[in-house]
């Protein structure tokens, strides 16, 4: 349980990573008073990433970055938001607020950047100090454990479309129904555009169609003579970690189409033929997740359309992380694991149990 006082600081229970994969081990660590830019934040709920996995062999991090909470502290320049309210933070923790990038709304490339998982004060904790300039106040109705995952999930998608310039008269394509995915479908009906839900299987077809898609393709079909006759795309999202066929999606692009990916692939990107590619002006890019401005527009954008990922809940505890990481890392995850912190006196009747147990 996490003891605070606001003049010495705060001792903080959080979750670290040990040497053994994804085995965590509970851990306490202090947090010196609040400077005058910084919030202390009780944690609610965290979603559990994939990215999250590829720092868990890095031992004593505390792991987490999409954290909701409700406020408990504001240093004394901090004016946007108050004690109690519910917010959010992410991948970006800080900038340097002073370069052209961040004077432009674009603070997420600021090459001064602190991201995620540098320092402590991540979101597999019971608390958290963070600067509350990059803290992000949760829409009325949209509840802890749903607004954890829009922090990244919700943001990556969101700025993938958002700066592609998307409109309504557009066909986008969804490719990979995860964690990403079935929020990029959400988000691209809501839009207004007509959207395809493309995978490798027909496994997810139905619940694609619920999360928004007008029709769905599977990728396992794309022989030359379906991608000829198949309707093209303005606008493709890839959202998954694998190797494609970048030929194949590229030729399913209008002209001045764009292909974006942000699923890592686990190998290097090759193209074929270069000439359509260049002679149909046509687009591959990459994106990350949003930056302040992109966080505050997706979370108006979710609470205005009713945009909720689907989740499965585990206790935020040492024990309760290992199961989602496993969870997650077996491909079970439909679609978005959420750490649900329990409340001060059952934080510490679970801790006893999974102490007798480990």
Not at 18 to 47: M, N, P, S, W
């Amino acid at each position: 349980m996490t003891v605070s006082t606001s003049s010495s600081g705060y001792d903080i229970t959080a979750y670290a990573t040990t040497d053994k994969q994804f085995k965590f081990k509970k851990i306490e660590y202090h947090a010196d008073a609040l400077t005058d830019y910084q919030v202390y934040i009780k944690i609610k709920a965290c979603g559990v990433c994939h990215t999250d996995m590829d720092f868990a062999g890095i031992p004593d991090t505390v792991l987490g970055h999409e954290a909701v909470g409700e406020i408990v502290e504001t240093g004394s320049k901090i004016t946007s938001i108050k004690k109690g309210d519910l917010v959010g933070f992410a991948y970006m923790k800080e900038s340097c607020l002073d370069c052209l990038l961040c004077h432009s709304g674009d603070d997420i490339m600021c090459r001064k950047r602190k991201m995620f998982p540098e320092g402590l004060n991540n979101g597999y904790a019971h608390g958290a100090v963070c600067d509350g300039r990059f803290v992000y106040k949760i829409p009325e109705g949209i509840e802890a454990k749903h607004a954890g995952p829009l922090m990244c999930a919700g943001s990556t998608v969101f700025s993938a479309i958002y700066n592609a310039n998307v409109n309504p008269t557009h066909r986008i394509a969804i490719v990979g129904i995860g964690g990403l995915g079935h929020l990029g479908l959400q988000f691209a009906r809501a839009w207004g555009c007509h959207v395809t839900a493309i995978s490798h299987s027909r496994d997810k077809e139905e619940e694609a169609l619920k999360f928004g898609a007008h029709e769905y393709l599977c990728s396992k079909d794309f022989t030359p003579e379906f991608v000829e006759k198949t309707e093209k795309f303005d606008f493709i999202l890839s959202t998954v970690a694998v190797d494609h066929d970048y030929s194949t999606f590229l030729n399913l692009l209008v002209p001045n189409g764009e292909f974006k990916l942000v699923g890592i692939p686990p190998n290097d990107i090759k193209f074929g033929p270069v000439l359509p590619f260049l002679l149909d002006q046509k687009k591959f890019t990459g994106a990350i997740l949003g930056g302040r401005k992109i966080n505050t527009l997706l979370l108006k954008f979710a609470a205005r359309h009713n945009i909720r990922p689907q989740i499965e809940e585990f206790p935020l505890s040492a024990q309760g992380i290992e199961d989602a990481i496993h969870h997650l890392h077996a491909g079970k995850a439909r679609y978005r694991g959420v750490l649900i912190a329990p409340d001060d006196e059952e934080v510490e009747k679970v801790e006893a149990v999974e102490e007798a147990q480990r």
